[in-house]
Structure formats: C-alpha cells, structure tokens
C-alpha cells in the first residue's frame, strides 16, 4: 500500500481479530449474597471444614476462593460459602468472605519474631490449662497465655488439673487478683464445673503437653476422637492434634482443641495492650510520661500508677499482678 493510501485510513478500517473480545476486564467480583454462613472448624493442607450456621450436623468440605488469593482462614472464621454445601462425599464447596473476627489469639514463635500466627478467631474464652504436677506449673506460660488473652479481646479461664497430685491454694492465690474464673480438676472426678463455664460459649484451650488438655477434651466431648477424626477431612492417618480443631460439646457451644504449645512468644502485644482490660489502672495509666512501660521501680521510676495505688485508691494486689503481666510481655518473666 502506497503512503497516500495510509493517509486516508479511518477506524472504520481497523480489522478486529475474531475471538478476540475489545472490552477490559472487569475489577469487579461477585458480592455473593446468597453465601451461606459457616463456622471454620479444621483446616488441614488446603481444604477447610466448616459447620453450617455453626450447626455441627452440617459439615462441609471447602476450598478458598480465587478472589480471597491468600487472604488468611483459620479454626473459629465465621465464613460465607458458595457452590455444593450439600456435605456430600467428594463434594467441594468455595469460601468466598471471610466476616471482621471479634476476638483473635495470636502468638509469635519468640519475643524477636515479626511473624504473627493466628491460632482461632472469635473464641470469647481462653482456657489456660495447667498441671498442678507432673509436669509441674510453669508460671511464665500462665502468665504469657493472660497477656494473649487480655491483647485480642478474650476472657480467660485459669484451669488446674491434677488436684489429686498437689495443692492447688499457692495457685489460686497467686492469681485470685485477676477477674478471671479459677476451675480445678482431678483425674479421678469429671470436670463438671470447667462444663458450666464452656456451656454454650465458643472456648479455646492451650497448654503444654502433657498437663491433661487432652484428657479434658475426651471427657468434655464423647467421642471426641472418632470426631477430630472426621474433621480432619482429606487428612486421613495424620495426627489431628499438629491442628487447631474445634468440637461440638453436647449441651451447646463449642471447645477449641489446640495443639501443645512449647512457647508463647508476645512480639505483636504492646504495654498498652495489657493495660486496656483494667479499666481503672488504663485511665490512670494515660498520666503516664510518654513511652513509659508501666513497670515501675528502677525502670519506670516516674510511672503514675505508683501514686494511683497509693494515693487513690487502686488496688496493689491487681496493680502486682498486672505488672507480672508486664514483666512477662517484655520477656522478664521466669518459665
């Protein structure tokens, strides 16, 4: 074509390439209204378990969507799923919103690591279990497990077990500041009054291997093998206790069964953290000198606290017991 012919081309002479669509592609997704709602139960390599409507009768197997890319899912997520719920064998369902969590217990694998892991969102309580014996109590974990707690808005619950081994008085004294239930057990008894405060709640349990958790979770939930079993999914022959998994308990509500946990590590909890669940010494606190970490003594010398307990009525038990809390988040307390 000579340049003269290239001078009187107009857009009428673009040629389109057939199968080839002009239109961009859309950055719009799907709202998915129709989703239904779900609680994460296990996740095992990919594949989620979720209750429908947090019924645990109506198990499915999911997979996240494309559209959520790495988006995190974890045990205790209140999800929305799309596609086959139906529960059916070989069948797969889509998670594709994952709802604002209400509670979430993180930890770091040390005090220095900059990498969060979630362990279950939304519990509303923390069940700190702890031996009395064999192995004995280890006041640092205690301590760091209140800290986790307080810092992604749980309650906790200190558990003593083995009361048939030792005395649990120096314990419950230790700690009877705090506004927290204290709940002992035996291995000879059934953990009725641990039953009462689970009734009905959505509960997550840590503790070192070895100080009865797994005992606990037997006798809390029948069977309550055969159903870390189920949910367990595609992980047949794994053993389910690597994972969080949550179990139905009769009455009503639901127990997080965590792994062992060797450490707790609160590289991702600040001074104010700890503070802000005790009403009265967070408002004193704000008298504070700037980046003052509440510990008093020679560290805190000017720390306002001193003078609130003093000199206006706060309570100095609750005011020793908060900065052990303290001293435990800045990696001084003893294990």
């Known amino acids: 074509m000579s340049k003269r012919g290239w001078r009187n081309l107009d ?58 890319g790495r988006t995190p899912v974890v045990v205790g997520d209140l999800v929305g799923v799309v596609g086959d719920i139906s529960g059916k064998p070989d069948t797969l369902a889509r998670i594709v919103r994952v709802t604002d969590r209400r509670s979430v217990l993180r930890r770091t694998a040390d005090d220095t690591d900059p990498y969060e892991r979630v362990v279950v969102a ?10 009395l014996a064999d192995p004995p109590p280890r006041p640092g974990f205690i301590d760091r497990c209140l800290v986790a707690a307080y810092a992604g808005g749980l309650s906790p619950v200190l558990c003593l077990t083995k009361a048939d081994l030792a005395e649990p008085g120096e314990w419950i004294e230790n700690y009877s500041s705090l506004d927290m239930p204290i709940t002992i057990t035996r291995l000879d008894a059934e953990p009725e009054e641990l039953r009462e405060l689970l009734a009905n709640r959505v509960s997550a349990l840590v503790g070192h291997s070895g100080v009865g958790k797994s005992t606990l979770v037997n006798r809390l939930v029948p069977e309550a093998e055969r159903a870390t ?61 700037p980046n003052c970490g509440h510990l008093g003594g020679d560290d805190d010398p000017d720390c306002y606290l001193d003078t609130y307990a003093a000199e206006e009525g706060g309570n100095p038990d609750q005011l020793a017991s908060l900065r052990r809390l303290l001293r435990s988040r800045a990696g001084r307390d003893e294990t």
């Open 11 to 68: 857009e009428s002479d673009v040629r389109v390439r057939p199968g080839r669509g002009s239109r961009p592609r859309s950055k719009q997704r799907p709202k998915h209204a129709d989703a239904a709602e779900a609680m994460v139960i296990a996740v095992d390599r990919g594949r989620w378990t979720v209750a429908l409507d947090g019924d645990p009768k109506r198990i499915v197997t999911a997979m996240r969507a494309r559209e959520l």
């Open 122 to 131: 939304n519990a509303e309580q923390l069940v700190i279990v702890t031996a």
């Open 229 to 289: 079993a189920e949910v367990s999914g595609v992980g047949k022959g794994r053993h389910t206790s690597t994972s969080a998994v949550a179990l139905p308990l009769p009455g009503g509500g639901w127990v997080v069964d965590t792994p062992g946990i060797r450490s707790f590590g609160l590289a991702h909890v600040t001074a104010d953290d700890v503070i802000a669940p005790f009403e009265e010494f967070a408002e004193a606190a704000e008298e504070c000198p």
